[in-house]
């Protein structure tokens, strides 16, 4: 089952620029995190928001949740072509052991 | 530090073959360890957990199944791969996202099923 869902499915950006992601998701969470995936490997851990949390930075990712709207943005400033990837954010499941990753969103950005 | 070794990372078996894939944490104690597998330009899909040794709790029936024989070791096999087993296969630990920790990945298995 699919809790988060991301948007948009592909990103593209030229250097310098910001990119935005957005995650919905549907039931009520403890915390959501996101992650990044570079091709063809594992995923990596970019921060964690708790539910009682409505921004968090670490370096240039900004993250907001909205918990009224079941929503999340991850926002990262002055993208370099390193940032590359495609993102995913990810909630617990419903009995809480598990996390379910939604789509992801696959970003390009071009110098 | 914490480490997750995961192995090995390309795969191709022939259809009706035995399958098994194995992961291992180094640096820490009793992880909960998990295993996704990821279709091409597709999400994760949660395989199998497990937050003890013996504990295995499977969350899609299906050709696949997983043990963990000890603390820090988490297998993912078959008996007879299907084509439709084929995937990026993918394990990681966490102490328990509930707790606010986040998963730590290992760098995935490419399995074909040819």
């Known amino acids: 089952s699919q809790q988060g869902e991301e948007d948009p499915q592909a990103l593209s950006i030229q250097e310098g620029e910001n990119a935005t992601m957005n995650c919905s998701y549907k039931?009520?969470?403890?915390?959501l995190q996101w992650y990044r995936q570079n091709s063809g490997r594992g995923l990596v851990h970019l921060i964690l928001i708790r539910s009682n949390e409505r921004e968090k930075h670490s370096g240039r990712l900004r993250v907001t949740l909205d918990t009224s709207k079941k929503s999340s943005s991850l926002l990262i400033t002055a993208s370099r072509a390193a940032d590359t990837a495609s993102y995913f954010c990810?909630?617990?499941?419903?009995?809480?052991?598990?996390?379910?990753f939604g789509k992801g969103t696959t970003l390009s950005v071009s110098s | 530090s914490q480490t997750i070794h995961q192995w090995p990372a390309t795969l191709v078996q022939p259809v009706g073959s035995p399958l098994s894939l194995e992961c291992t944490v180094e640096g820490t104690s009793n992880p909960n360890l998990y295993w996704y597998r990821q279709a091409a330009g597709r999400g994760l899909q949660l395989l199998f957990y497990s937050v003890g040794i013996g504990q295995i709790s499977s969350e899609v029936p299906q050709n696949l199944s997983a043990s963990r024989p000890q603390d820090r070791q988490f297998i993912l096999s078959s008996k007879k791969l299907l084509l439709s087993d084929s995937g990026f296969y993918l394990c990681a630990w966490s102490r328990g996202t509930r707790r606010g920790f986040g998963y730590t990945f290992g760098s995935g298995t490419r399995l074909t099923v040819v």
């Open positions: 039931t009520s969470i403890n915390n």
């Open positions: 990810a909630t617990d499941n419903q009995a809480g052991t598990a996390l379910i």
